[in-house]
């Protein structure tokens, strides 16, 4: 009996699992009080065409109070499964209609779009679309100037009740790209129904494509579908001009990555527009 009684508890305090599970007990319980207590902001990240930035991704930061910066990949996915992200999302969403809504009285930011991220959990509301339409109302922002980047993740749900609430957003003239495109679940038949405008490549293709035939094929696959498909093509993760040049070779014409801009805080990214400087 002490025997298995031993045995259970070196299963229970095996250190490392109980501190991993401790530190995610305590990340989530921080998680559920950072939107009230103001510890998120946007950075903006810059999308290039035609060696001009045409417009900015908005990328979600979360100051902890002890921790420091924490990034996105360490607590998206845990917002996704506890569903705070439905409200973290809707302040994101206000946060860059309120955004849009500024830029629009400066000439030289005025015909900027902004992309906001939507994980599958906020996308599935039922209210969803009425979500963005109130953001968008509240603050006067044209919706013109939005895009959602939505995930293939997306696809496991409901294509037709997808499909219904792109369109209805679409009438409104906003924009839907297809985000890390190629890493997910995309059904090439579902991918045609979906109204989609833009597909973005995978920067984990992007990262390798001049090393990785592999990598180069895809990469070159995905501008073809995406045009065929009639859809503008962006590829991110774009660090080296070498890299920039090969997916242009192949008919990419829009670029986000490290090469033109870091995500960075909002004045940063606004000075970089209104220097005006010559691109990459
Ligand atoms: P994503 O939407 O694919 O965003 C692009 C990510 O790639 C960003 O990471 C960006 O900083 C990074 N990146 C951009 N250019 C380069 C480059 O040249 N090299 C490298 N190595 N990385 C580059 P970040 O900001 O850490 O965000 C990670 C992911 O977290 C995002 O991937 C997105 O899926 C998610 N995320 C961020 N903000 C939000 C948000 O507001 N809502 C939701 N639902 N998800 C978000
Ligand atoms: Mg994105
Ligand atoms: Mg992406
Ligand atoms: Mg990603």
Redesign the pocket.
């Known amino acids: 009996q002490a025997k298995e009684a031993g045995r259970d508890a070196v299963r229970f305090y095996d250190p490392q699992i109980q501190s991993r599970v401790q530190a995610r007990a305590s990340l989530e319980r921080d998680l559920r009080h950072a939107l009230e207590r103001g510890q998120f902001e946007l950075h903006y990240?810059a999308q290039v065409q035609g060696g001009r930035i045409t417009g900015a991704?908005?990328?979600?930061r979360w100051h902890h109070p002890v921790q420091g910066y924490v990034?996105?990949?360490r607590f998206?996915a845990l917002a996704e499964q506890t569903g705070l992200?439905v409200g973290i999302?809707d302040w994101?969403l206000r946060s860059a209609c309120a955004q849009l809504a500024l830029w629009a009285g400066d000439p030289l930011l005025a015909p900027l779009t902004l992309a906001?991220?939507?994980?599958p959990r906020?996308f599935s509301q039922s209210d969803f679309a009425a979500q963005v339409l109130a953001a968008l109302a509240g603050s006067g922002a044209n919706a013109r100037r939005l895009e959602l980047?939505l995930t293939e993740g997306l696809l496991l749900q409901d294509v037709e009740d997808t499909i219904a609430k792109m369109m209805q957003l679409k009438a409104y003239g906003l924009d839907f790209s297809l985000?890390?495109f190629g890493t997910g679940y995309s059904s090439l038949s579902y991918l045609k129904r979906l109204p989609l405008d833009q597909l973005k490549i995978d920067?984990s293709f992007v990262r390798d494509v001049l090393l990785d035939p592999n990598d180069a094929a895809i990469a070159r696959t995905i501008v073809a579908l995406g045009h065929s498909l009639g859809l503008r093509v962006i590829a991110?993760?774009?660090?080296t001009v070498a890299q920039r040049d090969f997916l242009r070779q192949h008919g990419c014409e829009a670029w986000?990555?490290?090469l033109f801009s870091k995500?960075v805080p909002l004045a940063q990214f606004e000075a970089l527009v209104r220097a005006g400087a010559p691109l990459p």
């Open positions: 990240q991704e908005a990328l979600l990034a996105p990949t998206i992200i999302g994101v906001v991220n939507i994980s906020q980047e985000d890390d920067q991110e993760g774009v660090e986000q990555g490290y995500p």
